[in-house]
């Protein structure tokens, strides 16, 4: 039990400051994310990569096999 609540506690973390952590891409439209896991299961984030429409991107993290990407077009 206290390995989920520490988990999702890791992942919620992670998700603040790795979605809001560059100030000017928060108004961005994203072209392309990849999130990026410690192994086959899927289930815990190591990282992820956002690329935006303009251009730029935002990497944070550290590089698995295991991604999954999405791509949303310009």
Do not use: H, W
Request: proline fraction near 3%; glycine fraction near 8%; aromatic fraction near 14%.
């Amino acid at each position: 039990m206290f390995n989920k609540v520490l988990t999702a506690a890791a992942l919620a973390a992670f998700c603040a400051v790795g979605v809001t952590a560059p100030v000017q891409a928060q108004g961005k439209k994203q072209e392309s994310r990849v999130v990026r896991y410690t192994d086959e299961s899927y289930t815990q984030i190591s990282g992820q990569s956002i690329r935006f429409c303009d251009g730029t991107f935002f990497k944070n993290g550290t590089p698995t096999l295991y991604e999954e990407e999405t791509y949303y077009g310009c």
